[in-house]
């Protein structure tokens, strides 16, 4: 691609206190300017709202999106971080596989997990966790599931079974299987 056809990307956090309307202020900001969501992740964590968006439009149109959101802060009553960032970059060595863990829950789950793939030169990708209670004895329960990306050269049956043998040590059920679709 040439540098004109070359896509630009705003990326924008922002953290605040829950209440509905956050999620349609901030995407009427986004059309407004005539840029896109074309990624995002939002959610309600204890009683404050979570967000990461990615914004792909022309550079000064996120150029206006930057120079709002300080209103838009202060309107909202968030706190709004935003970052310029460039396309992705093709992992086309990389193997998309789903990880799903559930445990009894206690600390230091994720960092467990996040060391182990960290060790092999593994990418995590996305991840996402929930505590729930356990039907019949609301025993404390964490799952855990993220998309890792497995370079193309790592033998997926080995690390498969070390990944089992290491969460079967740590009394954690767990599964490894290739993203579907």
């Known amino acids: 691609m040439t540098r ?7 990326v924008i956090s922002a953290l605040g206190e829950d209440r509905p309307g956050i999620v349609s202020q901030l995407s009427k900001l986004i059309l407004d300017q005539g840029c896109n969501i074309e990624d995002s992740r939002m959610t309600v964590l204890g009683g404050e709202f979570a967000a990461m968006l990615l914004v792909e439009g022309k550079w000064n149109m996120l150029a206006k999106i930057e120079n ?3 209103e838009i802060e202060r309107q909202l009553g968030l706190t709004i971080v935003c ?3 460039g396309e992705r970059a093709s992992g086309h ?3 998309p596989y789903a990880v799903d863990v559930v445990a ?3 600390p230091g ?15 995590i990708e996305d991840l ?21 990306g497995i ?3 790592i033998h997926i049956a080995a690390l498969r079974e070390d990944f089992m043998d290491y969460c079967d040590a740590l009394n954690l059920d767990a599964v490894l299987e290739p993203v579907k679709g």
């Open 104 to 106: 009894m829950d206690h």
């Open 83 to 85: 970052k310029r960032t």
């Open 128 to 148: 996402s966790t929930t505590t729930y209670a356990a039907a019949h004895t609301g025993t404390p329960m964490f799952a855990v599931h993220m998309t890792v």
């Open 109 to 123: 789950i994720i960092n467990q997990l996040a060391s182990f793939f960290a060790e092999r030169d593994i990418n």
């Open 68 to 70: 709002a959101l300080p």
């Open 4 to 10: 004109q056809q070359q896509k630009t990307y705003l």
């Open 151 to 153: 370079p193309a050269d």
């Open 93 to 95: 060595n990389l193997l």
